[in-house]
């Protein structure tokens, strides 16, 4: 057995260490050393496809190539985990569903319009799980525009999220009740039902891409659950950073139970709910001021 | 002078670092002189600075500048300031850069009642790996304190010095688990098995000791501990079973037999040795599944067949459990059998593949049967393992697969038609080329190339014209394949083909065809539209090694495109000459970092140009500065060595000094 070898192109520390930097510059994911031989291992084939012999050519080909966004989106497809299934920390959906959503629907009664973000969505199963939760309270929102967009930086994973069907390793935090209310058995897979496709948009978005972000919009949750922790601590603030000018003011941010904005920032205030911790944006101070208070603090004193 | 030095000194003490950095910048340039001691006193000072910055100036100056015997008692001093951690890490920086210089001194300071000191003193003895410290290091076994002691143990192993194995035993079997578990350690990595009937006791007699003995006989690689080892690979505490598993295998790796590692095994467990290495491999972190996956293999038992298939699904471990069944088919290829009675594609997609490898007649009939799968992968893979069977009568079966609708089972079926060439007829394949139907005569295009069908070229070069962009692809590739004079004809005419990619792999094919008069064409192509062709094509002229290609090459470095532009550098590396290194010596400065690290690279093919390198020693991107250190491997010129060995001490890039570290030692 010690006669076989897998065989893959070597990949230089100097060269890894540039890849890594540019990954990163990109969209935020960071390799740590140890992860030379795991690129090396998955992005070998990489260098056949492109008709590249060293991984310092294909360096230069991400680097300068027209083509380098669609190739780092690939990179990105073949190295990041997507794992993730139906009622994640559940925990975080009932505070969702009983706290946040009973306080917005009296925050956004004029507008009758509700935004949440799925962002780093993968194959879509928590944006449709919010959109479950928000089919469940449809008597308390009914007439209202429920929006719900999931993003991720990976196309492929994207595809599996718009198709909508999932096999068993999807549900292991799913109760009957939902499988049976929102899906549909196709054979050993399930479909999720229109009526909750219908609730939920998905795009492809770059999170450090802030051009293309500012087309989100604004929203009055974003959830980023378990997609930070593989981001370089500049990128997490860029991140954050981002989610913060995103949100309406009095806005949440449900982060993974693992994550926090400790030295990430300091924009954003804890908010102990009932059933779990989260990050809300702070809501502007409402300020009325007669026209004499206002002359009094611009020229100070007496002086008119 | 005195006066300057005062005003040094006042500025030293500002509150804003900028100003503190540039007084001791100022220090720069005294050089031996009578106000050495004050300037020596200010560095240590500066040393001392809350801001990492101005210590670093301070280093520096140190280094550069000033004989070791002139501050090291002062920097050794500093070990002392136990409130100031910077000063400390300052001192200890300082120390382990000097290496070897230090050692004397650090002996004479390590005569404190200041534990911290000593152990600061051990810790960079450890890093600076002098034998001439071995005595100290000895000494400090016996210290007073803790974790003096343990330092040194941890660092004895670390020098890796035999002749301290026997004191190393003794602490072992010693009461003081401090110290007894880095001796563990050290044993192990100093490798010499005299330490191993030692290891083997205290794994009976000390379970606390347990997992540093299992790693440190799993270093030694010595088949005596087999049995005394394995048995833990049960053990209640993960981390101990999970290090028998990794030092099992690492004992296999080691060059013990098979036979011997799977006797060791079933002495140990009897009938339940694949249920305990499957139990192991799924408690397991990364390393100890893959340990296991490698030791389910040498069991050579079937019922090892459906986990290990389970844990192919990761991909992580994908690899070792194709080891692991090519194995057990080469011992035994019925082994594999039970594998092929399922549906389930994947499974079918291994097993084939492993099959495939080990090319026993006895899949032959299976293989032949899984052609017919409706998974395209099964297919494919099965007819490459036919090929390897050798079977020629299975050749009318493989030209089937030439129309398969899906282009891996076509490809897979060219490539294992091409191996069982004798089958084949070159005017069948010429007939095909008639055909309506553009898969078989793309596919039979890439035959002709791939079994080397020389008498075929006309007919493939005839394909060059087909309207299907496929077909004229093919064409190009089974005429690179060929490379005969009348092949890189052809080829000739694709480089003006209206499909980028065919004029790519034209250009690529027509730089291993050694012949002189594509140079000009390949220089036209150098402007081509597409970055990529014009990339290939300085590529293909690099390869050429014709001096003609120069000027064109040159032209190319004002490109706004980096791809193309280093490309260009990389051929004119290739080809020499005054005007290709004149033109490299122009793009050294350029702003982009990619195209300035690859002409340091390119000059290194030209004679006496490790000056011009090492102007690029100190510049700010490390990545170039890896460049440079790699350009000026193999040279033997003393003053670039010395140089380089008197920045090393300066640089702090991890992946710089590696590099430097492996030019000094070479």
């Known amino acids: ?304 | 002078m005195i006066n300057y030095l005062s005003e040094v000194e006042k500025r030293l003490g500002a509150l804003d670092v900028d100003i503190r950095r540039d007084a001791v910048v100022k220090l720069r340039g005294y050089r031996a002189g009578q106000d050495t001691p004050d300037v020596i006193r200010l560095l240590v000072t500066a040393m001392q600075d809350q801001s990492w910055r101005v210590r670093k100036a301070a280093v520096e100056i140190l280094f550069e500048e000033h004989p070791v015997d002139v501050y090291i008692e002062s920097v050794i001093k500093l070990l002392y300031l136990e409130d100031n951690a910077g000063a400390r890490n300052s001192a200890i920086e300082v120390l382990i850069k000097l290496g070897k210089k230090a050692t004397h001194f650090l002996i004479i300071a390590f005569n404190t009642p200041n534990n911290d000191v000593r152990k600061f003193i051990i810790d960079v003895i450890g890093e600076i790996c002098d034998k001439e410290a071995l005595p100290l290091l000895i000494r400090a076994l016996k210290d007073e304190d803790e974790n003096v002691k343990a330092s040194a143990v941890e660092h004895l192993g670390a020098l890796k010095e035999p002749t301290v194995v026997d004191v190393l035993i003794e602490i072992l079997k010693g009461d003081d688990l401090w110290t007894a578990y880095p001796a563990a350690d050290a044993l192990g990595r100093i490798g010499n098995k005299r330490a191993v009937p030692a290891l083997i006791e205290t794994l009976k007699a000390n379970k606390t000791l347990r997992e540093p003995s299992i790693r440190a006989l799993g270093r030694l690689g010595d088949p005596s501990a087999l049995p005394h080892m394995v048995p833990f690979i049960e053990d209640k505490t993960k981390a101990v079973k999970h290090e028998a598993l990794k030092s099992t295998e690492a004992i296999y790796s080691s060059g013990v037999s098979e036979a011997e590692i799977s006797s060791a095994i079933k002495g140990a467990f009897g009938e339940r040795a694949v249920d305990v290495l499957v139990e192991g491999a799924w408690s397991g972190r990364a390393e100890a599944r893959a340990a296991a996956i490698v030791l389910l293999g040498l069991m050579n038992d079937e019922r090892a067949l459906w986990p290990l298939i389970d844990m192919s699904r990761d991909d992580d471990y994908a690899w070792n459990v194709m080891r692991a069944l090519i194995y057990m088919g080469r011992n035994k290829p019925s082994a594999l059998l039970p594998l092929f009675n399922t549906d389930d594609p994947f499974v079918l997609r291994f097993v084939c593949e492993a099959a495939s490898d080990v090319a026993s007649p006895e899949y032959r009939d299976l293989l032949v049967r899984l052609l017919s799968h409706e998974d395209g992968h099964v297919r494919a893979i099965a007819a490459t393992g036919i090929a390897n069977i050798g079977d020629i009568n299975i050749v009318p079966r493989l030209k089937e697969l030439l129309s398969d609708p899906y282009a891996d089972v076509q490809d897979a079926a060219v490539k294992a038609l091409a191996k069982l060439k004798d089958g084949v007829s070159l005017d069948e394949l010429t007939e095909n080329m008639k055909s309506s139907d553009p898969v078989l005569k793309r596919n039979s295009v890439l035959l002709i190339g791939e079994a080397g069908f020389i008498d075929g070229v006309p007919g493939v070069g005839f394909a060059l014209k087909d309207f299907d962009v496929y077909v004229r692809r093919a064409a190009v590739q089974a005429l690179s394949k060929m490379k005969t004079k009348e092949a890189c004809k052809y080829l000739r005419i694709a480089l003006t083909d209206e499909d980028p990619s065919i004029r790519m792999a034209a250009a690529s094919s027509l730089g291993y065809s050694n012949r002189p008069e594509y140079v000009e064409p390949l220089c036209l192509m150098l402007s081509d539209n597409d970055d990529i062709v014009s990339v290939a094509a300085a590529r293909a002229l690099g390869a050429l090694e014709n001096r003609k290609a120069v000027p064109s090459l040159i032209e190319m470095l004002a490109s706004k495109n980096g791809f193309v532009v280093t490309a260009a550098i990389d051929a004119l590396g290739r080809l020499g000459g005054d005007d290709a290194k004149t033109a490299l010596i122009g793009v050294l400065y350029s702003n982009d970092k990619e195209v300035k690290r690859t002409a340091i690279r390119a000059l290194a093919m030209f004679k006496d140009t490790e000056d011009i390198a090492l102007k690029f020693l100190k510049d700010d991107d490390w990545a170039t500065r890896v460049a440079v250190v790699e350009s000026l491997t193999g040279t033997k010129k003393e003053h670039v060595r010395r140089e380089v060995e008197r920045v090393f001490d300066l640089e702090d890039d991890p992946v710089v000094r590696r590099a430097m570290e492996s030019f000094i030692n070479a």
């Not at chain 1, 959906?93 to 959503?101: P, Q, T, V, Y």
Request: aromatic fraction near 12%; glycine fraction near 6%; charge should be positive.
């Open chain 1, 1 to 304: 057995m010690r006669d076989l070898k897998e065989e893959y192109v070597h990949l230089p520390e100097d060269v890894f260490r540039l890849m890594r930097d540019l990954i990163c510059e990109f969209c935020g994911l960071f390799f740590d050393d140890d992860s030379r031989y795991l690129l090396e291992k998955r992005l070998s084939r990489r260098l056949k496809i492109r008709g590249l012999i060293t991984f310092r050519d294909y360096y230069r080909y991400l680097l300068y190539d027209r083509n380098k966004d669609e190739e780092l989106a690939e990179i990105i497809d073949i190295l990041t985990v997507n794992e993730t299934y139906f009622f994640r920390e559940e925990k975080q959906f009932k505070a969702f569903s009983d706290e946040i959503c009973e306080e917005l629907k009296a925050a956004r009664s004029e507008s009758r319009r509700i935004k949440v973000w799925s962002a780093g969505c993968a194959s879509g199963e928590e944006a449709y799980t919010i959109a479950m939760m928000m089919l469940e309270k449809s008597a308390s929102f009914a007439g209202w525009d429920i929006e719900i967009l999931g993003s991720d930086i990976n196309q492929r994973v994207l595809q599996t999220a718009r198709r909508g069907v999932y096999r068993k390793n999807s549900f292991r935090g799913i109760d009957d009740y939902f499988l049976n209310k929102y899906f549909v058995k196709e054979g050993e897979s399930y479909r999720v039902k229109d009526d909750v496709k219908r609730l939920v948009n998905f795009s492809c978005l770059n999170l450090l891409d802030p051009n293309k972000v500012r087309f989100v919009g604004q929203m009055d949750v974003i959830f980023c659950r378990n997609v930070l922790i593989y981001f370089h601590p500049q990128a997490k603030k860029k991140a954050i950073d981002t989610f913060y000018q995103r949100l309406n003011d009095g806005g949440y941010l449900m982060l993974g139970h693992a994550e926090s904005l400790m030295n990430i920032s300091t924009a954003f205030a804890l908010k102990h709910l009932k059933n779990d911790m989260v990050y809300q944006r702070p809501k502007k101070p409402v300020v009325s001021m007669s026209n004499d208070s206002l002359l009094k603090m611009v020229w100070g004193g007496g002086n008119k």
